[in-house]
């Protein structure tokens, strides 16, 4: 009776302390902020708690509320969170075995807010991380979560990483994961019809080796890699030389200058050799390696066409009976190969053609004859007017697919009207200005009846490139153009919000971590919804692209047709330059520097007050704008993007610019900030990529000081 009854009391303080960290959990993430004064006491707490591996419940929601404060600590409270984090790990390896994968979470936000605290445990971490990752009895959420760490780990701290001798145990840790075969009774990945389908796990790892690129010095890397990377391409086993393959792809891209100098003859020769493995795996690993090296290692690639055109073609005639995986992986890598080659290509345009015609006559599969019109796109950027004897049949065949109306051909019909945009600009005024009326119709009519954000964003890019062409064409119809986009840049749809999970979960255990967030489409008519019951937010894709082609086109068609719409001022800083995707506020800022030489245009053509004005104004809006920017934006492909922007503005209006007297001093300080690396897309990052993107940077603005120094010729230039 006893022993009951000390068992009933243990239980009891078991349930006891459960209800109260439940509770704290609760609160604290709905509205942290009243807590902060009581932050000392809450970790202190959750020291104690963390340690009883025994009550895995109560660690777990201790773990949930530790990631929601994170955020909100201050110095007072970041010697206990360092302290914390042994004990946190330790936990977090009992939960992982109860598949409690959302617990995982608190590493990225620790990452994401105070990497500072986690400094000292880097290689804890990073151990740990690596444990979950290749423990294969675990689920595949959980697997992903612990190395996708590992990547953003490298990114925020590389040195780090370096310094504490971890690049090693990780390449060794993730090499079995990406040269694993299947398991058995499953096909691989790529022998599947979707051919979106990759194992996740591959996937990161993948990503952690691209980071590394992108982050490391590539003498150091490949020191490391390259000895892995050898061995896997020799190896007997098609899915070590297909994981070998893989690696050398995604190498392209961050180490490009060490590749093209240094051994670009080489891995070439061995991307040729797979092309010809036995193994179709390998193949279609060498041809996704060959378009990753075309896509990033111009000019100096294209250098080597006699010997991969033949090759690629040979590839491309035996794709009939092939999987939609492999010939996807066959067209991405003809495509970035020949895009590049300009009249080079031209020895090989007849049977390409020939090749591509027959495709779109001859099979019935959509994917096929869509990924054979992109083709066409890459063709046309290469051989320009060559095109021409090709053209009447190829737009004989656009032709059925541009005015279709049923939903499974929808990504054909977008791919017809991107290709078209590429043919509009390159294969000659005379040869398509006829059909210039007829474009610009087909796209107002089909944005009328389908609602569809892919074909919307198909179609601004068409009037872009029919406003090169004919300008005057596409004047009558700028008014609904325009407007059709505005609205794209204001809307919020496709924007998902997620709700807080108001359930009480005992603890999450599920494998596959089933989503039980309420999800709610926003409109442009929504309530105001309280903050702290949204967990985040979520954007599709096509939205994205949608905005980020509105903002592009916008910005194109203003100056092709030398108009604007005063309307068009605030738009795109009110909405897209805090849009959360980098490529939208990219896109965002590179509009408004067009709407600057729009207007600048205008007035030249023009020269009123009233022109003059609005030029003015537009820069007084637009300049301080770009400069906040520059020295806040987190993004450095988003400040390029607006250096890139400045720049294009100031070689257009001229002295325009400084007409404000405090406008040269405020961007000569903002561009001496960016070359001392003083901008804060730099201060987080400590990657030694860091330098290689700055010889970009140095360009634009030392070109740009070039330029309005001596256009403008203000003494003050060389004061700064």
Request: net charge negative; glycine share 4%.
């Amino acid at each position: 009776c006893e022993t009951t009854s000390n068992n009933f009391s243990h239980q009891l303080a078991i349930l006891l302390i459960f209800v109260g960290l439940l509770l704290l959990n609760k609160v604290i993430d709905s509205n942290p902020e009243p807590f902060k004064p009581h932050f000392c006491q809450v970790l202190q707490l959750f020291s104690a708690v963390l340690q009883d591996h025994n009550n895995p419940t109560a660690v777990y929601y201790c773990i949930l509320t530790l990631t929601v404060i994170i955020a909100y600590t201050g110095s007072e409270e970041m010697n206990l969170m360092r302290s914390i984090i042994p004990s946190l790990i330790v936990a977090l390896k009992h939960l992982i075995k109860d598949q409690a994968s959302e617990a995982m979470e608190v590493l990225n936000e620790l990452m994401e807010s105070e990497v500072s605290i986690i400094v000292h445990h880097v290689a804890d971490v990073v151990h740990f991380c690596l444990e979950v990752g290749s423990d294969i009895t675990l689920g595949n959420l959980v697997r992903v979560k612990a190395l996708s760490s590992i990547a953003f780990l490298i990114k925020l701290k590389s040195k780090t990483v370096l310094k504490q001798k971890l690049m090693n145990p990780i390449l060794q840790a993730i090499f079995p994961i990406l040269t694993a075969a299947p398991p058995p009774g499953e096909q691989d990945p790529e022998d599947n019809e979707d051919d979106s389908v990759i194992s996740c796990s591959i996937e990161m790892c993948l990503q952690i080796i691209d980071t590394m690129a992108l982050h490391m010095p590539p003498e150091k890397l490949f020191q490391q890699l390259m000895p892995r990377i050898e061995t896997c391409l020799v190896h007997e086993n098609p899915y070590e030389r297909k994981g070998g393959l893989m690696c050398l792809a995604v190498l392209a891209e961050g180490c490009a200058d060490h590749i093209r100098t240094k051994m670009l003859s080489s891995v070439l020769q061995t991307v040729c050799c797979s092309l010809s493995d036995s193994d179709q795996v390998v193949r279609c690993a060498g041809l996704f390696a060959l378009g990753q090296f075309s896509e990033h290692l111009q000019p100096e690639v294209s250098k080597y066409y006699a010997d991969l055109m033949p090759l690629l073609l040979g590839y491309l005639s035996s794709l009939n009976q092939a999987k939609i995986g492999h010939v996807t992986k066959a067209f991405y890598a003809l495509e970035n190969f020949m895009e590049n080659l300009g009249s080079d290509i031209e020895p090989y345009l007849p049977t390409l053609m020939d090749t591509m015609l027959s495709a779109l006559n001859n099979t019935e599969n959509f994917k096929i004859k869509e990924l054979t019109v992109s083709a066409i796109g890459a063709i046309a950027n290469a051989a320009k007017e060559l095109l021409v004897p090709y053209f009447p049949p190829v737009i004989e065949s656009l032709k059925g697919f541009l005015t279709t109306t049923t939903e499974d051909m929808r990504a054909l019909q977008t791919q017809s009207f991107d290709t078209l945009s590429v043919l509009a600009r390159t294969i000659g005024k005379d040869v398509f200005s006829p059909l210039a009326a007829e474009c610009i119709h087909l796209g107002l009519n089909l944005t009328d009846t389908i609602d569809d954000p892919d074909l919307r964003r198909c179609t601004y890019s068409l009037y872009s490139a029919v406003s090169t062409v004919t300008p005057d064409c596409l004047t009558p119809h700028l008014t609904a153009i325009t407007t059709v986009m505005l609205l794209a840049l204001k809307s919020n749809e496709g924007i998902t919000v997620k709700s807080q999970d108001k359930t009480f979960v005992l603890l999450d255990d599920d494998e596959d971590d089933k989503e039980q967030n309420v999800d709610a489409d926003l409109t442009e008519d929504e309530v105001e919804m309280d903050v702290h019951d949204v967990a985040g937010f979520s954007v599709e894709n096509s939205y994205i692209d949608e905005k980020e082609d509105a903002c592009d086109a916008l910005g194109e068609i203003l100056v092709t047709c030398f108009v604007f719409l005063c309307y068009n001022i605030g738009v795109c800083p009110s909405t897209c330059t805090k849009f959360p995707h980098e490529d939208v506020r990219r896109a965002a800022f590179g509009a408004m520097g067009q709407f600057c030489r729009a207007q600048h245009k205008v007035w030249k053509e023009n020269p009123t007050d009233d022109n003059h004005h609005a030029l003015l104004k537009l820069l007084d809006i637009v300049l301080p704008c770009f400069v906040e920017t520059i020295q806040t934006e987190n993004e450095r492909q988003v400040v390029m993007g607006v250096l890139e922007s400045l720049n294009n503005v100031i070689k257009s209006c001229k002295e325009e610019v400084f007409i404000n007297p405090l406008r040269l001093k405020e961007i000569s300080f903002v561009i001496r900030d960016v070359l001392k690396k003083k901008v804060r897309g730099w201060e987080a990052d400590e990657g030694w990529k860091s330098d290689v993107i700055m010889q970009y940077q140095i360009s634009n603005c030392t070109h740009s000081k070039r330029v309005f120094a001596v256009d403008c010729r203000f003494s003050q230039v060389h004061q700064v």
